[in-house]
Every structure is written in C-alpha cells, then in structure tokens.
C-alpha cells in the first residue's frame, strides 16, 4: 500500500484526513501546530516534522492549508514538498487558492517528475466529516485517475475540470455563488424577523422550492439559533474572495455582489469577528440596519 501525507489538520484537513485512516491508509501527518494533528496521531497517523519530512517518507501528499502564502510555504519554502522531491509522487492541493499559484505547483512538479493536482473542495465542516465533499480538479487525467480511489472517500463527487488551475478557478465560480446565496438566506432571515415570521418554518417552507440551497438548508438553522461556530472561517472566506476579485482584474470582469459582500464581511474581520463561521454574515447586516435606524 503507498505511504500518504497529509498537510493541514484545521476544521477541514483533519476530519478529511480521519476519513483516509478509517479505511485503512497509512498516513504521516504535519501541521504547524502538532497540537491540532494529536487526535489523527492517537488514531494512527504517524507525525513528521516538516513538508520536506512528509515528502522524503510518502508517495501521495495531500495538503489542504490556510492561505495562499501557507500553500507557497509549504511547496516552495526551505523545509517544503519541493526540496525533497521524488520522481513518480503525487501532490494534490485541495486547499482553496491562487489559480496562477496553483499552475506554478504544475510546472514545478513536471521539473522534477511529480504530477500535481489542485483539488479543492466544497462542503464545509459537515461534508468533510461525511465525506460528501464535492472536489473540483485540475490537472492531467491519467493523475487524476490514479487518485480516483482517494476522492471516492473523501467526496460524493468529484470531476476533472480541465488542466492545472481549473479545479482553483472553478472553486472561485463556487465561492462567488456561495457569496451571493449566502447573502440572500441572511436578508431572507432578516426579513421574516422583522416580520415576525417563526424563522425555522419559513426556512422550512422555501428550502423545499426554487430558493432552495446548501447554505439554507445547513446554516440557516445555525443563525436561527445563533451559533456562530465556523463550519469555514469568515478569514478564510475573504481570503477566498480576495482571490476571486484579484482574478476578475485580469479579466476586466466587474462582479458588483461579490464586492459587495466582500466588504460586508470585512466589517465583521474589522470587529474581530473573523474566525466566526460565514453564517455570520447576518451579524453585519444587523448592524447596517441599526445604523440606518439611527440616521
């Protein structure tokens, strides 16, 4: 059986990971904080060091990090994946990044004989434990599918999207459409609050039409009863549509709802509030609504 690694035990990674030792792979495991890799490393996982550790021990590495500069961290820095190289590896980035970044991981791996794929994923905190992710690729085929039997327990889907950077570019497609859903459930909300509505059987009743979604269906019940817990990161979101925007430049591609709640989630980053999952978006338009009061 080939040696995993994995990289990144945060709310994702780790459940992620739990998933991949259940069904019998033997893994090594980094995360920056070795606090946060105990659990994995009490069910089996066996701990390295660094990035350049996991790539020297493991035929298949896995990472799935923080931010763009982690993931540049992890591939490119001193102790990272790519200074200690070994002909015939996979490397798969599932977390959500630069697409450009995610092409320059391609062309290094072809350098010096690793096949990537950038990998990411959607499905939050509830589909990583389930394994109901949905994985988006880029990268070659016959990569993709040797990593066939990995993706099936991890996700309930997963598709080849095209070349490196389309599984990136088609994670910001998902992430700009979860930012003007998310949008809508919470002035949804808001609106039946004002009107007295009983939240939890109007969710009830317009999930099971045309206004059906994900984020209704699973985080709409969490601000109904204010829990704020993150399934993802308010951070990470605005990293993520940081990305998104960054890439509309180069398009000369102007995306007014994406701004718009970009900023609205700056607002709550700005308050401190940015480890609160995304549902707290809502916390925001309270607040823009008090202040409307006011004037």
């Given at each position: 059986?080939?040696?995993?690694?994995?990289?990144?035990?945060?709310?994702?990674?780790?459940?992620?990971?739990?998933?991949?030792?259940?069904?019998?792979?033997?893994?090594?495991?980094?995360?920056?904080?070795?606090?946060?890799?105990?659990?994995?490393?009490?069910?089996?996982?066996?701990?390295?060091?660094?990035?350049?550790?996991?790539?020297?021990?493991?035929?298949?590495?896995?990472?799935?990090?923080?931010?763009?500069?982690?993931?540049?961290?992890?591939y490119f820095g001193e102790d990272g994946l790519f200074s200690a190289p070994?002909?015939?590896?996979?490397?798969?980035?599932?977390?959500?990044?630069?697409?450009?970044?995610?092409?320059?991981?391609?062309?290094?791996?072809?350098?010096?004989?690793?096949?990537?794929?950038?990998?990411?994923?959607?499905?939050?905190?509830?589909?990583?434990?389930?394994?109901?992710?949905?994985?988006?690729?880029?990268?070659?085929?016959?990569?993709?599918?040797?990593?066939?039997?990995?993706?099936?327990?991890?996700?309930?889907?997963?598709?080849?999207?095209?070349?490196?950077?389309?599984?990136?570019?088609?994670?910001?497609?998902?992430?700009?459409?979860?930012?003007?859903?998310?949008?809508?459930?919470?002035?949804?909300?808001?609106?039946?609050?004002?009107?007295?509505?009983?939240?939890?059987?109007?969710?009830?009743?317009?999930?099971?039409?045309?206004?059906?979604?994900?984020?209704?269906?699973?985080?709409?019940?969490?601000?109904?009863?204010?829990?704020?817990?993150?399934?993802?990161?308010?951070?990470?979101?605005?990293?993520?549509?940081?990305?998104?925007?960054?890439?509309?430049?180069?398009?000369?591609?102007?995306?007014?709802?994406?701004?718009?709640?970009?900023?609205?989630?700056?607002?709550?980053?700005?308050?401190?509030?940015?480890?609160?999952?995304?549902?707290?978006?809502?916390?925001?338009?309270?607040?823009?609504?008090?202040?409307?009061?006011?004037?």
């Amino acid at each position: 059986m080939l040696k995993i690694g994995w990289i990144g035990t945060g709310v994702m990674g780790k459940s992620m990971c739990q998933r991949l030792l259940d069904a019998g792979y033997s893994i090594n495991v980094y995360n920056r904080t070795k606090d946060k890799a105990e659990e994995l490393i009490d069910q089996g996982a066996t701990y390295c060091n660094s990035p350049k550790e996991i790539a020297k021990t493991c035929d298949i590495v896995f990472t799935i990090v923080g931010f763009v500069k982690d993931v540049e961290q992890v591939y490119f820095g001193e102790d990272g994946l790519f200074s200690a190289p070994k002909k015939g590896q996979i490397f798969c980035d599932m977390t959500t990044t630069s697409p450009t970044l995610s092409k320059k991981i391609f062309e290094k791996g072809k350098e010096v004989g690793v096949s990537t794929l950038d990998a990411p994923v959607s499905g939050g905190d509830i589909g990583a434990k389930n394994g109901t992710l949905s994985i988006m690729v880029g990268g070659e085929k016959e990569t993709f599918n040797k990593m066939s039997e990995y993706f099936e327990i991890l996700g309930k889907s997963y598709i080849l999207e095209g070349p490196a950077g389309s599984g990136s570019h088609t994670k910001m497609a998902n992430q700009i459409t979860i930012a003007g859903t998310m949008g809508g459930v919470c002035e949804a909300l808001l609106y039946g609050e004002k009107n007295n509505l009983d939240l939890t059987t109007l969710v009830n009743t317009i999930k099971s039409g045309a206004a059906g979604c994900w984020s209704l269906d699973n985080l709409a019940p969490r601000i109904i009863n204010n829990n704020f817990d993150p399934g993802f990161y308010i951070d990470h979101f605005i990293k993520d549509m940081k990305i998104a925007l960054d890439e509309c430049k180069k398009l000369n591609l102007n995306l007014p709802t994406l701004k718009l709640v970009e900023q609205l989630y700056e607002k709550l980053q700005e308050n401190g509030q940015g480890k609160l999952g995304t549902q707290a978006l809502i916390i925001a338009l309270r607040d823009l609504n008090k202040s409307k009061n006011k004037e």
